[in-house]
């Protein structure tokens, strides 16, 4: 048996879903051929290291309240035979479609007594005190997110009530909190079977970027937040929608919209907000702090990248910005929003936690560059330059359908790296090196030495001269960028 | 089982049961596969008759469910987004070196890191994602196989980064 055949099975052959047939011949393979045995080790480890490490990521997860919910949906179950109160030809699917249920008993008739004043519209009424039993369900939402918990805590949610009602449909809003890193629109939604989402889709008429976290389903109704980007301080009339999700259609239809204003002036008083004058510039990247926006419970850096690639919401979490505090403690971001607004060009806003000290705050910003193409044939030893630095092809092998090139680097691992290989035979036909390390080992010296690294390589196709060529680099700009942020008076 | 048995068991598995819906079938459709999957095991509990394997038995379940939801998935796009993009984090503290792994797979495109979600999170053999994502076996055969290729690479680099970083250099 062919090596490349076997190697597609070794994953099956690990987790011993072959037939006892073809695990005999994987494993007489396997007696053969040095190569194979040294790959299924390799395999064995990433294994390892995959499930360990996406074990543990899925451990550490967010607090969910799914037990509750299923026993009322068990309830409900049982109760089925007995209660024939689904009208519509209720069917088995419909019923798994509900969101969170949370169940809350209130008098029927207070509760009546109370939709039927906040049905009436245009006329705004103070949610918390037209809906008393509303206070507990908005605390439970806002939990999520200490900048909201707190605004609305303090009272400082916008708590006019604003609905509006179509076809039996209504979507009501119990509140509107507008901080410097955020804003949220607190909603209710009844009379609805199918999917939906509500969203803020206009700020003063233009278009917004927005999101939704999961709503709960209550007896009254589906109470849920609708964000969008921090808004300017002032007054601004934000256009909300609610949107029926046809999945089996691949689209969305509006079916209802409200609009509503809102004043970013009362937490903006308890604010503090710098202007802030910091840029450097690595290779071709430059980033510019431009301000910093201290709220009662969150830190907001607001900075511009011009050039590069990788800053911002898209990179991972090492990468990620983080708030240094003076005893050395790290802060990694809680929420970034991130938009190009020309080419190249990319604002950012990074929201923190804010820390107990605020003295001596640092925020560092790591900066990463991108993959270069480039298409320069290897043959002889030689030393090629990209970038400021020397990156020295020393030579490879070709046998068979393996083939193992040795490179040295300067500072080998995060700087200045080749990452794609292809070879061209005669006949002019390309094959792009699959990226499989069979080995792949380096070394490196003292600081500043060059480090050497050999890697192999495997070829579908076997036995026949090839040139080999260098397609691409991986310029990763070294680099920890820190923000000074201003003391607190 | 009882149903309180259930309950308790699932309990302390309802945030690792979450985080790994939402690993594979993204924010948005995550809390539905979830209830449709946990609302079906309930029913379905008297067929697990060793409750010790209750963990394995309850998260092949959700699995399924999320390689169906996979497949039954239209293209939705959110409104407004354009080329804006929003991170929100819920963990902190975590070892670097598991975040690490999950930010590697999330770097992979789409069909490699589904499958190999579903493998390593799921625990499902190659046969029950052919199933579940409604494609033929060899295709997942050759999509785990490319993929672990793809995230040994980022991992020898990541690697590579890393000693850099804990050497202080």
Redesign the interface.
Known sequence: MKCQDV???L??YL?D?LSSEDKVTIENHLSTCGFCAKEIV??QK??R???????????????????E???E??RK?SNKEKKKEFTKGFAETKM?????QKVIRFAAVALVLVMLMASYWPQLVKASTQMPWIGPLIKQLVL?DAGLSWAYEHGYMDGSLATVEQDGVKLTVLGVIADPTQTAVIYLVDGIEE?FSV?I?KINGD?????TS?ATKTSVGTIGIAQTYPLPEGEHTLTVIL?E?D??????NERLSLELVTDRENISKLSISYDLDQEVTFDDISVKAKRVVYTPTQIMVEYTVIGGTGV???I???Y?SYLLTESGEKL?????????IADGVRELYEVFERPADVSNLKMVIPVQGKHQEINIEFSEPTTIGILDTDIRFAGWVHEGNMIEIEMHYE????VK?I?GWSVVDEGGNTEEL????GE?F?AYEN?GDFAWVTTKYELEETDRPVKLIATQV?T?VEGNWEIILPAIN | MTESEFMERLRPLEAYLYRMALAIVGKDDAQDVLQEALLSAFVARKQLRDPQYFRPWIKKIVARQCGKQLRNRGTVFPMGRGEEYVFDSTDKGKRPEDHLIWQVVNQLPEIYSQVVILRYLGDMSQKEIAEALGIPEGTVKSRLHKGIGKLREMLEAEKGGLANEMSGR
């Open positions: 190697r597609i099975e994953l099956a987790n879903e390799q395999l990433t294994e290291i995959l499930k360990s490490g996406l074990e543990s990521w899925a451990e550490v997860g967010e607090k969910v309240n799914l037990t919910w299923l026993q949906e068990s179950l798994l479609k509900h969101k969170w999520r999917d969203y889709s278009g917004a970027a927005s999101w999961p949107v999700e999945r089996d259609a691949g689209r969305r911002g919401g898209a991972p979490q090492e990620a990694y971001r809680v929420r970034s929003y991130g938009s190009h500072k080998y691992g995060r790296s990452t699959t990226i499989w390390k792949s380096g600081p991986l990763i």
